[in-house]
């Protein structure tokens, strides 16, 4: 993994302010310098906790409800410890505290940061706090809001690949009646204090607003990389390899954290106000924000029986919006890390081979699609997940340390019932 482009940029953003580690006494429920939230004290509303923690064969499901505050203070009660260890012995490996510090100071300038996210971010260090505390030894001080959030943004300082196959129409067996599954590779890292502490975790927001999110992360990752709400929209997130990177003016003019706002943009019910949540919902708030990086997002729905699929191409001057191409078919959708429509295609070794797998496979079912995931993995993958929208049904690998990359483990079932039920 190596630090992108963007990070430097990030870096001489916040090297005019660098965070100073708070006091105990300095900490307020409302907005900072530059919009950022302070931690609030533990209060006897925040000392429940509003979240349980399960392991489902061998997979750790972290489940929170309630206010943004409320599910992150549960977040950090629950996984203190596995949040300090991802942070202390493979984040901070990565992103050196002094880039951790400058990031995260650029982030409360100009960072458009969903207010609710931050609220979530501060919440989680309260928990923390209020359960064994949240001091990071490697940084020499507590973890403060400002950080959490940088971590969250990591994708647009570190390179990752990824890639991903969406099938639905006659390219899926009969007995699906033609609804889409996708199937996708998070190609991260090898790391073994990242592996370790992989979860599911289940928001379940109070605001009526809102509604349910499931998304496979690590501790303390409250950002999406492959996720998939109430509604069934399917979004994942894949590294873009493009060239139009802001410039650090348009930086510094204000942008979206990739992965914050594909949170954002699943948990909110209607962001285009039609009355619905569709993928249409996903693509107006990527439109509507200002971004710094390239990436990709492969959106698919369950209710749209013609087109369900489609991959958002995002860049600092534009998203553009691709669709199923005459190589895969008029019912078939594959994306990696190279633009292929904002840009020229670039030659790229796994998204041929997606092509020849789905052309060897006229239809796919569960297993098909999963093998052929599967043969796409890189060495650094972290998980392969298949999605049935319709259903909301998740197939779910998570590499554990030791692990080989080509693992022939079908994954876990999880059905939505089951992730997403009754507050206890």
Known sequence: ???AGLGVCWALLGCARPPAAPSPDARSEGPGPGGSVAAPPPSGDASTVHGTLSVVDGQRVLRVWGTPAQMGHAHGALLREAIVDVIEHYALQVVPPATLAATGAALAEVGDIAPSLREEAAGIIAGMREHGGAEIPALGRELVVDDLLALNAMTDLVAIGCSSLSSWGAGVTEDRDGA?????????STDP??????????????????????????????????????????????MGYGAHAASLAGAMAGFAPANLLLRDALERRDVDGDGSSRADDVQAAITDARHVGSYIVHVVEPHDPVSPARVLEVESDGVIVRGPESGLGPERLAATNHLREKAAPTSCSRYARLVQG?????????????????SVRLDEVVHTVLVEPATRELTLWLRRPGDAADDASVGVHHAWSDLVRARE
């Open 1 to 3: 993994m190596r630090i």
């Open 180 to 188: 889409p599954m996708v199937v996708r590779n998070l190609d991260w």
């Open 193 to 238: 204090d990242l592996l370790e502490h992989q979860i599911l975790l289940v928001t379940m927001p109070s605001d009526p607003a809102r509604q349910p999110v499931v998304s496979i992360g690590f501790a303390g990752y409250i950002a999406c990389l492959s996720c998939i709400n109430e509604a069934g929209v399917t979004a994942l997130f894949n």
């Open 358 to 374: 789905a052309r060897r496979t006229p239809r796919f079912d569960r297993a098909a699609l999963w093998e052929l995931g599967r």
